[in-house]
């Protein structure tokens, strides 16, 4: 089977801490100005992420430093800083998990594209978190087959979605 390689990138001082323990199938790669650095990894090998499954949600904001507080505002997301452009979202089991998405500035956001939803074990404290944040509501809460949920765009115009189990 063959492998499928794929770009990881990290900042500086991650990248130190990694290089001592690098596995043999890692190779430093020259990235894009954007970013700081990239590792070439061979995705063959366990990286913690699963097969077919959603993995990646990156978000087009007009203002990334607007969007990195709202983010962490609303929903005490934390980032990785690689440059003025683009910020990556840390996963929720901390900085040394993979990202699960990103922050890429741009002149407009895309309509149209897909719906991200975010899981709540409380929407209404959630949609009130938003609207402290400066997201706006646009669609709930409302009732679905298994459970609740609202959309709600970000301060670039972003619409994602969050819901809680009945």
Known sequence: ???NPTYRCRRPATLANEAASAPP???AVEAPSSYSTCILQDMSESSGHRHHAI???ELTVTDLEQAKRFYTQAF??????????YAGIQSP????????GGLSKGQ???SGGPLVLLYSTDLDRSVEAVQHAGGQVVN???VFPGGRRFHFSDPSGNELGVWAEA
């Open 55 to 57: 993995d990646y949600v």
């Open 93 to 100: 089991q901390g900085g040394s998990a993979p990202e699960v």
């Open 25 to 27: 199938r890692e190779l």
């Open 140 to 142: 709930g809460p409302y």
């Open 108 to 110: 407009e956001v895309r």
């Open 1 to 3: 089977m063959a492998s």
């Open 76 to 85: 005490g997301w934390r980032f990785n800083d690689y440059g003025p452009e």
